[in-house]
């Protein structure tokens, strides 16, 4: 395999991720998640600093689940779109089909943000034409915020001492790797850092969620 563009470019071979994560007052997407719902979309507002200038660019993403199929839409904003929006919940341009949705779907479930979710990325491609993914997540942590880069935010860790593993594939699974997981005892499982996120940082407001 061969490390990904961020990998490379970072002194450290790690670049960091940050996300803010946006979901119901009563945490409806936080529900179906754990619930294991076929029909779900995530949103969330992606970084990769945890600190901003005015040429910072943001990456607004629409992850939306149909059955077991996965799709991923993102577009990239500026740093004061995010401002107006945040402020207004409107984006300026009406025309981008992803950030429309986004709004859509910011009004129809009346979300707000509820967390950020960090972590330092190893990102590897693979040299063939498959279009396989793998990627390391060290020091994963999260902090109730409302905004992307809060003043002081308090971070709790994940899982400390551990790091996360993630096999992506864009389409189908190759028999290859199928096989190889099973022969090396390992099995699928589901990995939301959202849900961790929500648990580590809102338990306060995951009890208060059930109990409606």
């Not at 490390?3 to 007052?25: E, G, I, M, N, W």
């Not at 207004?88 to 779907?105: G, M, S």
Request: aromatic share 12%; proline share 4%.
């Amino acid at each position: 395999m061969k490390r990904d563009q961020y990998t490379l470019a970072s002194p450290l071979k790690r670049y960091l991720v940050r996300s803010l994560y946006f979901d119901s007052h009563n945490l409806k997407n936080y529900e179906e998640k754990v619930n294991g719902d076929s029909d779900r979309v995530k949103l969330r507002i992606r970084s990769y600093s945890d600190t901003f200038t005015k040429g910072t660019r943001l990456r607004t993403e629409l992850k939306a689940r149909k059955g077991i199929a996965t799709e991923k839409h993102n577009s990239w904003i500026e740093y004061n779109t995010y401002q107006k929006f945040m402020s207004t919940w409107h984006w300026p341009d009406q025309t981008d089909v992803v950030l429309a949705e986004f709004e859509r779907y910011i009004h129809l479930k009346t979300m707000r943000p509820k967390i950020i979710v960090e972590y330092l990325r190893e990102g590897y491609y693979t040299r063939s034409r498959e279009n396989i993914r793998v990627t390391f997540d060290h020091q994963v942590r999260s902090a109730h915020a409302s905004s992307l880069f809060p003043e002081i935010p308090f971070f709790r860790m994940h899982h400390p001492g551990l790091l996360v593993l993630e096999i992506k594939c864009t389409k189908t699974q190759p028999t290859w790797l199928k096989r190889l997981v099973q022969q090396q005892g390992l099995r699928v499982t589901p990995n939301s850092k959202y849900v961790q996120g929500v648990e580590v940082a809102r338990s306060d407001i995951v009890r208060a969620s059930w109990s409606y």
